[in-house]
């Protein structure tokens, strides 16, 4: 069983930056890909970014591409999304996610993962 806690959401005006953090704590969470989500209010649940076990391998979804850097630093059991030049599209509760199936892959799609955290929520003001 994994546990996962997103922290660093927040209030920022369009332009500004964030930096999320995906807390990992039980069995082996430096193992598992891991994938960042959003979802804004009566909207589906949207691929950001996912990174393999390692971090050599990264993927994003093409509207955050050239803004956003996933990354992780296993010895910390933790995952970062580092977001720039926010839009306020880009407003949306941020989940963290655990793949337990495939430690190399970077998917994009919600049912590929079998942990997820509570959330934490982004607001970019215009």
């Known amino acids: 069983q994994v546990q996962l806690v997103e922290s660093g959401g927040g209030l920022v005006q369009a332009g500004g930056s964030l930096k999320l953090s995906c807390a990992g704590s039980g069995r082996s969470f430096d193992s598992y890909a891991v994938g960042w989500f959003r979802q804004a209010p009566g909207k589906e649940r949207d691929f950001v970014a996912a990174?393999?076990?390692?971090?050599?391998?990264?993927y994003y979804a093409d509207s955050v591409e050239g803004r956003c850097v996933i990354s992780r630093d296993n010895a910390k059991n933790t995952v970062y999304l580092q977001m720039n030049s926010l839009k306020p599209e880009d407003t949306a509760v941020y989940y963290c996610?655990?793949?337990?199936?495939?430690?190399?892959?970077?998917?994009?799609?919600?049912?590929?993962?079998?942990?997820w955290g509570q959330g934490t929520q982004v607001t970019v003001s215009s």
């Open positions: 996610a655990a793949d337990r199936n495939s430690p190399i892959r970077v998917g994009s799609t919600p049912t590929m993962y079998e942990y």
């Open positions: 990174i393999s076990w390692s971090g050599a391998s990264t």
